[in-house]
């Protein structure tokens, strides 16, 4: 299964603004858990996060039952500086590397905890980002705040 990353939109199937109901499912079979306004899929590794059971955030771990894409690049087979400039290079204004966490205003799209510990692929020689996620401009107007 792939999860093609598409800003405003959605991550896959999964879209931001769709309801939760539709949401499992789409991912029938992969439901873990849930808690609160979360549900986790894949074993924790996908978690959507809603707001009035509306998709509000996607985000991704590594999980060997999906590649996740940005422009055709799997996000947890490169190395964290160049996912974060290939992001950057698709917004307006210009970005400098943080490997804590960061959000891209204008994709709302989050990167968090680079290190060599996600690099699964590549036999922890590299930094990669632990997750990625896809927000709305709700939850975008939420994070900012904080």
Known sequence: MEFSINPHDGIGSIKLGMHRAEVREILDGSFDSSRGSLDYYFNGSL??????DLVNFIGLALDESYVVTYFGVNVFDIEASELFALIAANEPLEHTFDRGEYV????????????????????????????????????L???SSV
């Open 104 to 139: 891209f205003p204008e994709q709302i799209i989050t990167l968090y905890d680079a290190d060599e510990q996600y690099d699964y692929l590549g036999n922890h020689r590299r930094s990669i980002w632990g997750q990625i996620g896809l927000g709305s401009k709700a939850y």
């Open 47 to 52: 978690q959507v996060e809603f707001e009035n």
């Open 141 to 143: 107007k939420a994070v």
